[in-house]
């Protein structure tokens, strides 16, 4: 809460009142649109107004780049959304919640708010691309219901497994992962060798879920919340030890 405080009194300094009022008022659309479009709740339309809000102040093209994810991860909600109703996994109709958008985002938000950190956006961007890998590869996997095992004795499970993974789902995560890497490059945020290793560092960040999953949250140690938090957090983590 202190860094969030002194992460806009800085922003107020630098950017003045006007700006300000810009950014607030686009990511209040940006909450506004997530939730009209059933991808948050009414609670995670504010949570994702405040990270919105954070990225955008931190650098604009954050915050693009925080709408590519949230189409990535929307069109493989969609995706899975009917076969999640077949097996009865399907989440709340009403989209994610405060504390499941922040445990998805809230790493990458922190990031954003340390002062003088210069890899902040950098580490911020392996955490998005985890986001996106672990969501579609959930999604994916569960809709093109292919076999399925458990990530640590690859024994056969049903389909929306905690700890499961499929060819599928695995491919597709990878691809969502080098999909946010190569749009951060787009937007100049990293150079082309970087692309690969936020794509990487996404991609284990996905495979640390899966094994919290089959581990800590099939124990009942972790929710699922907590294992997001913790597998975005892992991405960054990576990034910065490859970095």
């Known amino acids: 809460m202190l860094a969030l405080t002194l992460f806009f009194h800085r922003a ?14 686009t990511t209040l659309g940006f909450a506004v649109l997530a939730r009209l479009a059933h991808g948050v ?6 949570a994702g107004a ?6 955008a102040l931190r650098d604009i093209k954050m915050f693009f780049l925080l709408l590519i994810v949230f189409c990535v991860t929307l069109a493989a909600t969609r995706l899975g959304g009917l076969r999640k109703q077949q097996l009865e996994l399907a989440e709340s109709a009403g989209g994610r919640s405060a504390s499941q958008v922040m445990a998805h985002l809230g790493v990458a938000a922190l990031l954003l708010t340390l002062p003088s950190f ?16 672990d969501t579609t590869s959930s999604e994916v996997g ?3 219901a292919g076999k399925t095992v458990l990530i640590t004795s690859l024994k056969s499970v049903p389909a929306g497994t905690d700890g499961g993974i499929s060819l599928s789902g695995t491919a597709a995560g990878v691809l969502a992962a080098i999909i946010i890497g190569a749009c951060a490059h787009a937007f100049d945020l990293i150079q ?14 996905m495979l640390v879920d899966s094994i919290l999953g089959a581990t800590a949250e099939r124990r009942g140690d972790l929710n699922n919340d907590f294992v997001n938090l913790l597998s975005t957090a892992s991405a960054a983590l990576l990034m910065w030890i490859l970095t």
Not at 41 to 46: A, T, V
Not at 118 to 133: D, I, K, N
């Open 12 to 25: 107020e300094l630098s950017h003045g009142t006007r700006h300000l009022s810009l950014i607030l008022a």
């Open 41 to 46: 709740s009414n609670s995670g339309g504010l």
């Open 50 to 55: 405040v990270v919105a809000f954070i990225l």
């Open 118 to 133: 210069p890899s902040a956006c950098v580490l911020a961007l392996a955490a998005l691309a985890e986001l996106s890998a």
């Open 142 to 144: 569960t809709a093109l």
């Open 192 to 205: 082309w060798a970087g692309v690969i290793v936020i794509a990487c560092a996404g991609t284990a960040g």
